[in-house]
Each structure stands twice: as C-alpha cells, then as structure tokens.
C-alpha cells in the first residue's frame, strides 16, 4: 500500500481558502495551537477576529445597552461543516437566498401538488426528531453552543442541511433564545440556568425543501414553578393552537392575528409584531406572510397546498423589540420574558394538517399556570 499524500494546512484567516504557509500566530504558537495562515496580510486582516480565541469568554458589545440581564458570551465555536454528499440550499456558501429574491418577494403563492406536499411531510417530520433531540439535553448548566453541536449532527443524521446555517450569513446551525430574546438568538457559551426559558427554532433541508418549527422550553424547576414564566410561556403555545384552530380553505391570513391578541391580552401578554409567519416550501421563507396581531394588513386567503408557518411571539411586558449588535439577536425592549411557538401547516381541502405536530414522545408539554397566593400578607406560589 503506498503512502497517503500529505494533507495541506488550510488558512484561517476570515474567508480565506488558502492553502497555510508557515506563518502562525505568535499567541497560538506559544500554548501550542496549530492556527497557521497563508499571509501577513492575511494575519492582519483576520486579527480583530481571531484575537477572541485569546480572550477566554467575553461579552463582544461591553458598550451596547442591553434591556435585560442576558449578554453574549463569545467566542462563538468554529463553523460546523457539512459533508459535501448532503444537498444543501443555494445560500449555503455564499449566504445570499437566490431562489427567495427570484421568486417574486412576498406576493407570489405556491401551491404544492401531492408529490411536493409528500415532500413537505418527510422534511417536517425529520426536523421534529431534530428537534425533540435537541430539547430533550435542555437542562442547566448546559451551553446553547452544545444544543447547536445536538442539532446540526442530528441533521448530518438525516441527510439534512441545517437551514439556518449561513442563511443571510447566520453563523450556527440553530436559533436558540433564552429569556428575553424573542427570537433569532445566536448559539454561544451562555449556560442555561434553572429558571430560564429556552426556545429552540429548527429547520432543516431535506429533498429540496425546508421543515420550520420552534418550541420553547422550561429550564429546571424554579421555571416550571414561576407564575409569570409559565404565563407567557403557556399563552404564547395557546394562542398557536387558537390559530391553527381557524385554519381552512378560504381563511383570510388576517385573521389568525386577531384571535392570537385576543388571548395574549387576555392573559396580560403583548404580541411582537416585527416578526410574522411565512410560507415556507423550497424556499425559507417566502408568501404568504401571517402576521400574529390584529388589524393586520396581510391579503390573501388560505387554499389546499399551501405550506405556512404560524410562529406568535408573546412577550410579558411591552410588545416592543430592540436587535444586539450581532444584527441578529432580537431581544424585548423591556428586558422581560418572551416565549415563542411555531409550526409548518399544510391546507387540505377541508382543513388543515400540522406537519411538525408533536409526537407522544415529544419533551416539554403544557402546564398549569400556578397560582399565587397570600399566606400572612406574603405572596406564595401553588
């Protein structure tokens, strides 16, 4: 058996796919870590962000006004791979969704036929064993950078593409928001503690088309004890069913927004408005869009073969929102709490079918909201 050739270092400089010369970083070199890059140039420009391997953990934005408790805890893991045999989406390298911009915007509706809508079926069902995998390692002291790793393996898994990787050049593999970020939260070094909510948001690509669905998820007892964690939490999964519930042939895509603030008020919860559902199929995110509050201006009407998700935000205090500056991460303007639930739906002739519904198996579940009470003028909890 002959040799094997001698593989080649490749640079790590910021999107660099050069081949290493002998030039390494100083620091890595004196504690022994093989980092090399194919220039000084190179090493130059690459040095705002490779100098945060040097750091330890750090928040990046130590100027920004944060609304709540929550930071980023940087550096964010290297680029997980995927292998070249997996079909991947026309935005997997470069990071711009072609096929969404050539579609028409937001106006143009597909309609699947029964092949496609089969298609829809299988990816839905693989991202709901994705996610159900990644919920199940929720629990403190584990790292929203270790439920990224969970996810995009299980995708690997299953011949899938993690949508959200590099789609408009997002970083990881998974959305992960904890506590006050309503949604697009930035897998990282954060540990989950007990008392916080998770929401966990996957996609994955599979045989040409995307699965959408997100929960969210108590972390430890002290969340599934506390009044106002289990309120939003409990009214944002309710006002998703509420929604569903309306769906059908002929159903304005208004009117989920309607019944979905109806109930958040209800429950002393406001609705994110920022963000809505969206048809999702071979592309993304593509029409229709569902807003989730009401006196929307959404057009349009539900037909058989449609794919859309319906996703509310529901936040305990103001609807308003405030994006970190990672351009991603979009966090409550107060600082409180905000939960978040989402399915892919698929109109049949007389109703509707939840193609990523939740199996007998499926982690987390509904619980009662507890009471509080006042024993001797102080205020308990049952």
């Not at 290493?20 to 504690?31: E, F, G, M, T, Y």
């Not at 040097?54 to 292998?83: D, I």
């Not at 193609?355 to 509080?372: D, F, Q, Y």
Request: with cysteine; proline share 8%; glycine share 6%.
């Amino acid at each position: 058996m002959g040799a094997e050739p001698v593989q080649k270092r490749k640079c790590i400089g910021v999107e660099c796919a050069e081949d290493a010369s002998n030039l390494q970083c100083p620091k890595c070199r004196d504690v022994r870590k093989d980092n090399f890059f194919c220039s000084q140039d190179c090493f130059k420009r690459s040095w705002i962000e490779h100098k945060v391997i040097h750091a330890g953990k750090l928040n990046p934005f130590p100027k920004f006004p944060f609304t709540g408790s929550l930071r980023p805890v940087y550096p964010l893991s290297p680029t997980r791979e995927v292998p070249d045999s997996i079909s991947k989406p026309d935005y997997a390298a470069d990071g711009y969704p072609k096929s969404e911009r050539a579609f028409g915007g937001r106006s143009k509706i597909t309609i699947l036929d029964a092949k496609q809508q089969e298609a829809m079926r299988k990816v839905c069902r693989l991202a709901r064993e994705v996610l159900d995998i990644a919920a199940a390692e929720v629990r403190p002291g584990v790292t929203t950078d270790h439920i990224d790793e969970i996810v995009h393996k299980a995708c690997l898994e299953r011949d899938s593409y993690p949508s959200p990787l590099n789609y408009n050049n997002f970083p990881k593999s998974v959305c992960t928001s904890l506590n006050e970020v309503i949604c697009h939260g930035i897998p990282d070094q954060t540990e989950l503690k007990d008392g916080d909510i998770l929401n966990i948001d996957v996609t994955l690509y599979h045989g040409g088309f995307h699965g959408d669905l997100n929960e969210t998820y108590y972390v430890g007892e002290r969340a599934r004890s506390d009044p106002d964690t289990v309120r939003v939490t409990e009214t944002a999964r309710e006002c998703l069913d509420k929604a569903i519930a309306l769906v059908k042939p002929g159903m304005p895509f208004q009117h989920p927004g309607r019944v979905i603030e109806a109930h958040a008020k209800s429950r002393n919860c406001s609705v994110v408005t920022t963000y809505c559902g969206h048809g999702v199929n071979q592309l993304f995110h593509c029409a229709p869009n569902i807003p989730h509050y009401a006196k929307n201006k959404a057009t349009g009407t539900a037909k058989p073969g449609i794919c859309f998700t319906i996703e509310p935000m529901i936040n305990l205090g103001v609807h308003k929102d405030k994006t970190w500056p990672d351009n991603w991460t979009s966090v409550t303007k107060d600082g409180q709490k905000s939960a978040q639930f989402e399915h892919t739906l698929l109109v049949t002739e007389d109703g509707v079918e939840v193609l990523t519904a939740r199996t007998k198996n499926s982690p987390g579940g509904p619980l009662p909201i507890p009471v509080k009470t006042e024993v001797n003028g102080d205020t308990h909890d049952s």
